[in-house]
Nanobody, 123 residues
Framework: QVQLMESGGGLVQPGGSLSLSCTAS????????MGWYRQAPGPGKHRELV?????????EYADSVKDRFAGSIDNHQNTVYLQMKHLQPEVTAIYYC???????????????WGQGAPVTVSS
């Protein structure tokens, strides 16, 4: 059993900053990739990739956020972070932590998701 626990997020005014963190716990043998997705409110909005970090590689970001968001990872703690700055209302969404984890050395890689952290940018 693997759980992803997110923290951070909330309400911020335009131009402000927020941080998110996500820790994976449970029966983890290895985490291959951790990152963030988001789903904006409204009909027709799909979950989209914000950024991800493959083990041993630098973070990768969606073009829409690469100048304002910065991700990092603590492999020993299985924790991924997302720092967001210069926020504008269009980034308002539920942000979901995602991890690709193997629970056994011989097991397959599986996708796990956090419960979602709301980020609202509004004056």
């Amino acid at each position: 059993q693997v759980q992803l626990m997110e923290s951070g997020g909330g309400l911020v005014q335009p131009g402000g900053s927020l941080s998110l963190s996500c820790t994976a716990s449970g029966s983890i043998f290895s985490a291959n990739r951790m990152g963030w997705y988001r789903q904006a409110p409204g009909p027709g909005k799909h979950r989209e990739l914000v950024g991800s970090i493959h083990r041993g590689n630098p973070p990768e970001y969606a073009d829409s956020v690469k100048d304002r968001f910065a991700g990092s990872i603590d492999n020993h703690q299985n924790t991924v972070y997302l720092q967001m700055k210069h926020l504008q209302p269009e980034v308002t969404a539920i942000y979901y932590c995602n991890a690709v984890i193997r629970t056994r050395s011989w097991g397959s890689w599986q996708d796990y998701w956090g419960q979602g952290a709301p980020v609202t940018v509004s004056s």
